[in-house]
């Protein structure tokens, strides 16, 4: 069975230090990767997505990036964090484009 | 536009109450849908999916039909427990398939 896996699962960090969050996929092969930002009371707001190995597509300008140096590897980052950074962090997976969307535990971000 | 509309929240039931979370979509096409559920501090789970007009989907006691005609996938329950309180998310996938589009969640809180 897949399973999909975040890390950390909560992260307090200053305005102004870098960010690294990790999400691996396990049990699967070339799946479509997610990351979203829900903010408090929020909905989801789709970040980056997937389709393959070093393809990043970019849905909202900011001072997040994401890569994905490895098949079953989405990685979130940012130079300088910002307190609008602050937030739920969801990673997600699908089999190909058009598949049911599966989440991780996700990681709560707090910048202070 | 292409967008998701669910009612806002937060909605607060007693026990054995029925419930109605409304959604409605707008797209080009008829796109599945979906109802994910986020427990409180954790991430979403998928819990029921219609792929084309007329189908319903359903489990652990909720239903949901899609509708083309109202485009509407309303999420229904006969009978809540204190255990679904959570934030109801309804969805839609884009038509390239690489997207999904959320509505804004609804609370619920079910009182025993």
């Known amino acids: 069975s897949q399973t999909i896996h975040q890390w950390p699962a909560t992260l307090v960090q200053p305005v102004g230090s870098p960010l690294s969050l990790e999400c691996t996929v396990e049990?699967?092969?070339?799946?479509?990767l997610y990351w979203y930002r829900q903010a408090a009371g929020r909905g989801l707001q789709l970040l980056f997505y997937?389709?393959?190995?070093?393809?990043i597509s970019s849905e909202v300008p900011q001072n997040l990036s994401a890569s994905r140096p490895q098949d079953r590897q989405f990685i979130l980052s940012s130079k300088k964090l910002l307190l609008s950074d602050s937030g739920f962090y969801l990673c997600?997976?699908?089999?190909?484009?058009?598949?049911?969307?599966?989440f991780g535990p996700g990681t709560r971000l707090l910048v202070l | 536009g292409n967008s998701v509309t669910q009612m806002e929240g937060p909605v607060t039931l007693s026990e054995e109450a029925f419930l109605t979370i409304n959604c409605t979509y707008t797209?080009?096409?008829?796109?599945?849908l979906f109802w994910y559920v986020q427990y409180p501090g954790e991430g979403l789970q998928l819990l029921l999916k219609?792929?084309?007009?007329?189908d319903k989907g359903s489990n652990k006691g909720f239903e949901a039909t899609y509708r083309k005609e109202t485009t509407s996938f309303h999420l229904e329950k006969g009978s809540v427990q204190v255990s679904d309180s959570a934030v109801y998310f309804c969805?839609?996938?884009?038509?390239?398939?690489?997207?999904?589009?959320f509505g804004t969640g609804t609370s619920l809180t079910v009182i025993p």
């Open positions: 997600a997976w699908s089999q190909g484009s058009g598949g049911t969307q599966y």
């Open positions: 997937s389709v393959g190995i070093g393809q």
């Open positions: 049990g699967t092969s070339n799946p479509n």
């Open positions: 219609a792929t084309k007009a007329d």
């Open positions: 969805a839609r996938i884009s038509n390239t398939g690489n997207q999904f589009y």
């Open positions: 797209a080009t096409g008829y796109p599945s």
